[in-house]
Each structure stands twice: as C-alpha cells, then as structure tokens.
C-alpha cells in the first residue's frame, strides 16, 4: 500500500515560521520522528517512510502554494497512488487555531493551493487534513494573517498540534479516513 502525504507551504525563508506552512511544518515533523533525509526532487522536496508495512510518501511542493497541484499531479502519477490514498495537508482560517479536520473530499474554500490541486487533479475528490489557523484578522488583512508569522502561544502549542496531525497521518494510512475522522476530528 503506498500514499502520497502532501504538507502544503512556500518556499523560502521568509515563509518558513508562517501559518501558511503548517503543512510544510506537520511534515517536517513527521520525518524528523522517522528520521527521514528530505531531497530536492522535481516539483518537490521528496522523501519516503516506512509505517506497519506502509509505504508513505511526503512531498512538500517547490512551486509556491498556488500551483502546489503541478508537484501533487506529477507525483500522483508518477508514484501510481490513486487518488484516494492522497493526503493534502493546508492552513484553514475557517477553522479555529489548533483544531484539525480530516474529509475524503471538499470544496477549496477560496484557498489557492487547493483551487490549483483540483484543477490538475480533476475535481475535490481527494483527502485533506485541514488544520485551522483561525480567523483572528481584521477585515482585508488575511494576506498578512496567514503569511504572517505565529504568536509565541501559538507557537508553543504547534508541537502537541502536529502531533495529533501525524496520529492522523497514521490512521488515514492504516485504518482509514472514516475511522480515523470518527477518532480524531475536532
């Protein structure tokens, strides 16, 4: 059984500690705990880990958020991962910080990253792991919001956040997304 897991985020620098990239962040996390070396492959850092006979592969896109769906694409077909063992993990701001919520498919919800995805993927039918970032901007600043960086509280809970993100990362490759939403959704 293979799976593509996809942290979505930007990169660079300037991007690295924001909220946008907490899908980049989950799965750094990830091949931290596994020891995993990350390689700059086309489209994407890439690398792979083995879990309860699993073969779990992590991408996290090179192209910038909004064509993040090039690299899940590419990867997709060139990995022969159907489409209902894709991962995506993304930033949500309808969702409040630190909650997490798993769904077989779903619409972009006027996020980008996602829009791109399904274009080149063909529809919303794909996992996602929706992790929220909260909505605490004023109005016509949510650019700055989620390209901005975390409070320090923030921050200080984001470890025990990702954490129950990888358990979910877990279940979804062995269990299954329905047991693993009825588990862990918040």
């Not at 993990?89 to 997490?100: H, T, W």
């Not at 109005?139 to 409070?151: A, C, E, I, P, S």
Request: hydrophobic share 40%; net charge positive.
């Amino acid at each position: 059984m293979k799976y593509l897991i996809v942290g979505l985020g930007n990169i660079g620098p300037e991007y690295e500690l924001t909220r946008h990239n907490i899908g980049f962040l989950t799965v750094d996390r990830l091949a931290d705990k596994e020891g995993a070396q990350w390689k700059s492959d086309r489209l994407a850092f890439k690398t792979e880990i083995k879990y309860k006979g699993r073969a779990i592969h992590l991408i996290k896109p090179t192209t910038y958020m909004n064509l993040s769906g090039k690299a899940v694409n590419y990867w997709m077909k060139e990995l022969n991962i159907p489409k209902e063992n894709i991962l995506v993990i993304v930033d949500e701001v309808a969702i409040p910080f630190g909650k997490l919520r798993m769904r077989a498919k779903g619409s972009a919800a006027g996020h980008n990253g996602l829009k791109n995805i399904e274009a080149l993927t063909g529809g919303q039918d794909y996992p996602r792991l929706r992790m929220g970032i909260g909505d605490n901007f004023p109005k016509g600043r949510q650019v700055d919001y989620v390209l901005g960086r975390f409070t320090q509280q923030e921050f200080d809970e984001l470890p025990t956040i990702m954490d129950k993100a990888i358990d979910m990362i877990y279940g979804f490759c062995t269990i299954g997304i329905a047991q693993t939403m009825t588990q862990f959704n918040d």
